[in-house]
């Protein structure tokens, strides 16, 4: 028996419960009589046996068999068979092994993972509460995947790809205590969770376990026919939810529906959900919790289904994902507007290096603990909270998905130093949160609950750059949640009031929002400019945005009228002169475009476990320290989040484009042609784009049950060569690695193509480095029949037409118009803290445009420096053709 | 060094290829699509023996009977069901619970924007189409072969009420793909079969 992981929990302190360890063996065994037995290429069962058949024809028929494998792969071409061989085993090898077809022939192992509790008996006499739980992981050393799916033997390129496109189940251990987040108050004053409905939604429950005397009832919706946890995972949580008081459970008193939506391999599928979520539903749960997550926010049917949820007053609680520390990584459920998200922060307020950053409440959970082990933890535990918090409110009526997410989010602690797309509403304060929904009018509240683009950290990163007349249009997306009822809508428009006295008239303000407020919220987005009487100006401006939510009055008996509920938004800015135009630097965002809802392979290759471009690309996320750096060097970056038509090129020094995936309008390059004759400069940083390697790095997805072919390169290389073809210029569909130094830095260029063709009388700077096309080659992925997906770039396109054939372009959509609100100044002047209550802020995307740019010759090098995975840079400085150009891959021309 | 024009070739010839594979495949997915729509989900009991056992009660005679509370649809954006099968906006919603049946924006048993599959655009107007007292014989033969895979569901449903509002929801038969709606127009079914699929 191999002992490869031991999961321990140890008890810090004495305790009267018994304390109790949870161990994971690892046992790996060869089963004698079974061969795995892998082919050339992918074929389909039929063939597969006919292949084995002809090897073994003078090997006895009853001497072997092909071992049935049932599942959902089994209906596609598959590498390898799995066959039983009684008898002289060693000459059938041999024979199996001399077939054309036949790659190898190899023992099949099993794996078997066990998890054990077990009680190490009592000691001391101090409450349970006391208890801290620690959990000690020592990393599984082998690189092979824990899991072992059928077509999954063998390449860990493989797993990794199906467990990040689908939703995946984190593991969960329990360390809070519910004293760190003072349950035990409220137990105190009696409120145990009594009569809240509870679902928790898992790997199902173990039925001898003691602690579920409130199971209500445990339903299975997978294809496996039982209820029964196998893995550990549910009864973990479940346990969390509402073991026994004396132990460290939080609503002891809740009652709880066990639904069984993963199978002991941790497989599930959206349409488990969609019938399990409708049971929820039918059953009336109050309070849903989900410590799943995965980033297909396009998948329309659950994100309804997850809508219809919350409209149907169920509370849902939601893991936020493992996926940090990157920004922008929030998964799906978790990031909707309605479902309360739950990150994990440590004892000193640091928030976990694995969580997703977004807008969420943040709960404790203890330093030191894994990725993919603790979040799940967090959001039992605030599910937990949850109910205890529904049971204690005396007045049921008010308590649903808004008015409960207002509570937590307004009694919520900031976290100090960071900023609010990591830290969202900031720390849980369980007692604040009682008294808030005991004393509940219902209401309306934004969040964030303020727009304050001065203050730092907090409101990176729109703090870190001032305003200016001419920049784009710096827009803040504002969740409104309305906690009068599931539907609402915003009375007449949103007014924009400056004031008079704090120079507010230099602000210009755009207003757009959700015509409609369901299930239970909206958004608005606040479009912010300089007016043009302040393009010399520099100060601080100050208003306010007010708006008036109204709901039908369903509980109303007097009158069938509608509530409303006023709420203002305060404004304030920092304006400074318009920066020079060489200082100003134009990013395209347009043309990125990113999984999902199409599959765009990572730019990295060499990143296998998570080959989907899923975080896609921004100057505030993945290229967060290029901005800084940008920032510090005094160029002002701004993003343009329309066609290349729609900038005015005289005010900018450079527009740059970063592993751009879309295609281009022709009237884009017209116009871009123009632009730079007129002096613009243009960076590009290319990636790779290479059709055989793209076609290796297709694989199988397992949610969605189809296959994926990447729909670009790392970029879109043949669209870039469109685009520059004019000035002589073309990639390459190479691909290169390597390291360099240039200029004292040293550099790793991770994935990328070399400069194919450049004007003679411009300037490149070479290195040669590894090829890494032939390579990946080589690598032991899948070979690959081609049996599905072609190209589907233009389903998901902003530039082609959706329909197969000939790539043609749509017509030129119309540039952003925004029309400013029409301003009613007051004369008077701010409250003195712009930093109200940190009232509701939720989890609305990232959604950033602000204004920025700058010189291109001082920059190369450092730039460089901070993106090192670009496949190429060049530049070009008024004329095209006395431009400093740098080129690696390729050492000569 | 590769041109421009190779480039340009090549991929041209790489859509082309991609467009004949695109057709093949298209057939060979849909099939097994079905396939595992069919087996998994279950639309039909596979053995006869197997029923499951519900319990519906369906309210027979006229349906213009007095309640005092109506239980509805709650969740809707615009517009609400109420048990009886009126439909109205959110606005014509009495205290009780149930539409107010003088409301210009009322009115009972609608089958607007449904197909005739059963299958109709609007969750609502599904509902109200379910509760009309001839669907009761369609729901009835559903419910007697309504396969395991949806049975924690229609074991647990106690009335026709109850039946139409479960039964018109999207479902494990609504998607293809797991991420995709067969039909995103008319999802919502009150009748037998599946939502029309519709390629994506």
Wanted: charged letters at 20%; proline letters at 5%; one cysteine or more.
């Amino acid at each position: 028996m191999l002992h490869l992981a031991k999961v321990a929990f140890l008890s810090k302190y004495k305790c009267s419960c018994p304390v109790r360890f949870c161990n994971i063996f690892w046992s790996l065994s060869l089963s004698f009589l079974e061969y795995i037995v892998a082919f050339n290429g992918y074929f389909t069962a039929k063939a597969r046996s006919d292949f084995i058949s002809s090897a073994l024809r003078d090997v006895d028929a009853v001497n072997w068999r092909i071992v049935r494998r049932d599942n959902p792969a089994s209906d596609y071409p598959s590498d390898f068979e799995v066959v039983e061989i009684r008898q002289d085993a060693r000459s059938s090898l041999l024979t199996l092994q001399d077939h054309p077809y036949i790659k190898r022939v190899t023992p099949q192992r099993m794996v078997l993972r066990s998890l054990k509790l077990t009680d190490s008996g009592t000691d001391g006499a101090s409450p349970c509460n006391d208890t801290r739980w620690v959990q000690k992981w020592q990393s599984w050393q082998s690189s092979r995947p824990l899991r072992r799916t059928s077509l999954s033997l063998g390449s860990g390129f493989w797993h990794a790809t199906g467990r990040h496109s689908s939703r995946r189940l984190l593991r969960a251990i329990p360390r809070h205590v519910a004293q760190i987040l003072q349950a035990d108050v409220l137990w105190q004053m009696g409120h145990t969770g009594s009569g809240v409905k509870v679902a928790v939604f898992d790997t199902g429950l173990s039925e001898k376990h003691p602690h579920f005397k409130n199971v209500k009832e445990r339903t299975n919706w997978t294809n496996e026919k039982t209820l029964d946890d196998g893995l550990g995972h549910g009864t973990f949580v479940a346990g969390v939810i509402a073991s026994m008081r004396e132990c460290q459970g939080f609503a002891p008193d809740s009652e709880l529906h066990i639904f069984r939506v993963f199978t002991n391999n941790q497989v599930s599928y959206t349409s488990w959900f969609l019938d399990a979520f409708n049971y929820a539903i039918l059953k009336k749960i109050d309070v849903l919790n989900l410590s799943i997550g995965g980033p297909d926010f396009m998948d329309h049917p659950f994100v309804d289904k997850v809508w219809e949820l919350t409209a149907n007053k169920v509370i849902m609680v939601s893991a936020i994902g493992n996926d940090g520390p990157l920004y922008g990584t929030l998964n799906n459920p978790a990031d909707q507007m309605d479902v309360i998200g739950v990150g994990g922060i440590d004892f000193e307020d640091n928030i976990a290096r694995f969580s997703s950053r977004g807008m969420t409440t943040w709960v404790r959970s203890h330093a030191g603990c894994q990725a993919s082990t603790c979040l799940s933890m967090a959001s039992e535990s605030l599910s937990m909270l949850v109910f205890c918090l529904s049971s204690t409110v005396l007045n049921r009526e008010l308590v649903n998905p808004a008015s409960m997410k207002q509570a937590l989010i307004a009694s919520a602690r900031r976290l100090p130093g960071v900023n609010m797309f990591e830290q969202g509403h900031g720390k849980l304060d369980l007692l604040r949160a009682y008294q808030i929904l005991n004393s509940y009018k219902p209401q309306a509240s934004l969040s964030p609950s303020y727009i304050d683009l001065t203050e730092c950290p907090y409101m990176w990163p729109y703090c870190s750059q001032p305003i200016y007349y001419g920049g784009m249009p710096t827009i803040v997306n504002v969740t409104i949640l309305n906690g009068m009822g599931v539907t609402g809508r915003i009375v007449d428009k949103p007014i924009w009031q400056p004031y008079l006295p704090q120079n507010g008239d230099y602000v210009d303000v755009a207003v757009s929002y959700s015509p409609v407020l369901w299930p239970w919220a909206g958004y608005l987005a606040v479009s912010i400019s300089v007016a043009k009487k302040a393009a010399s100006w520099e100060g601080v401006a100050q208003g306010h945005v007010m708006v008036t939510v109204a709901s039908p009055a369903e509980n109303d008996v007097s009158n069938s009228g509608e509530m409303t509920s006023t709420v203002k938004l305060p404004v304030k800015v920092k304006i400074v002169p318009t920066p020079p135009r060489s200082k100003r630097i134009l990013w395209d965002q347009y043309h990125n475009l990113r999984y999902p809802p199409g599959y765009f392979p990572r730019d990295n290759l060499r990143m296998k476990n998570d080959p989907l471009d899923w975080n896609g690309d921004h100057i505030h996320t993945n290229f967060r320290d290029m901005y800084q750096h940008l920032r510090s060097m005094g160029y002002f970056v701004e993003v343009l989040g329309a066609p290349i038509t729609c900038f005015d090129a005289s005010q900018y020094g450079t527009l740059l484009m970063v592993d751009s995936e879309e295609e281009y309008f022709p009237e884009e390059i017209t116009k871009l042609r123009r632009d730079i004759d007129n002096g613009l400069s243009l960076i590009i940083f290319s990636d790779w784009y290479n059709t055989s390697v793209m076609r290796k790095v297709k694989f199988y997805d397992e949610n969605t049950r189809q296959w994926w072919m990447p729909d670009t390169g790392g970029a879109n290389v043949p669209a870039l060569n469109d685009l520059i073809s004019v000035w002589g210029m073309a990639f390459s569909d190479g691909l290169y690695e390597g390291d360099f130094t240039m200029a004292d830095h040293d550099m790793y260029y991770a994935s990328g193509c070399s400069i194919a063709r450049f004007p003679e009388d411009g300037i490149v700077i070479a290195q040669t480095l590894k090829d890494q096309g032939t390579r990946h080659l080589l690598f032991n992925l899948m070979m690959i029949i081609i049996i599905s997906v072609g190209n589907h770039l233009y389903r998901y396109s902003k530039v082609l037409e959706a329909h197969l054939g000939d790539p043609k372009p749509r017509p030129l959509p119309a540039c952003p118009h925004l029309s400013w609100a029409k301003p009613q100044p007051l004369n008077e002047t701010a409250p003195r803290s712009v930093h109200m209550r940190p009232l509701p802020f939720s989890t609305t995307a990232l959604s950033v445009e602000t204004n920025l740019n700058w010189d291109a010759l001082s920059l190369n090098i450092s730039l460089l420096v901070l993106k090192s995975f670009c496949c190429l840079i060049f530049l070009w400085y008024s004329k095209p053709w006395y431009t400093i150009i740098q080129k690696f891959g390729l050492s000569k021309i | 060094t590769v041109s421009t024009k190779i480039l340009r070739k090549k991929r041209a010839e790489l859509s082309y290829l991609h467009h004949s594979l695109q057709q093949t495949s298209t057939n060979e997915s849909l099939t097994a699509e079905e396939r595992t729509i069919h087996d998994r989900t279950l639309l039909e009991v596979r053995d006869s023996d197997h029923h499951i056992q519900w319990k519906v009660q369906f309210i027979l005679g006229n349906s213009s009977r007095q309640i005092s509370q109506c239980r509805n649809s709650i969740q809707g954006k615009i517009l609400l069901t109420d048990e009886l099968g009126y439909v109205c906006e959110r606005k014509d919603l009495l205290v009780n619970g149930c539409c107010n049946v003088n409301a210009p924006s009322s009115s009972q048993y609608v089958c607007k924007s449904c197909l005739a599959n059963g299958c109709c655009s609007v969750y609502e107007y599904c509902v109200s189409c379910c509760l009309q007292p001839d669907k009761q014989p369609l729901l009835e033969h559903f419910l007697n072969r309504a396969a395991e895979g949806l049975q924690n569901l229609f074991t647990a449903v106690e009335d026709h009420f109850e039946l139409c509002l479960a039964k018109c929801r999207t479902s494990s038969q609504s998607v293809q793909h797991e991420n995709t709606y067969r039909n995103p127009q008319a999802k919502y079914c009150y009748g037998e079969s599946p939502p029309e699929l519709l390629p994506i």
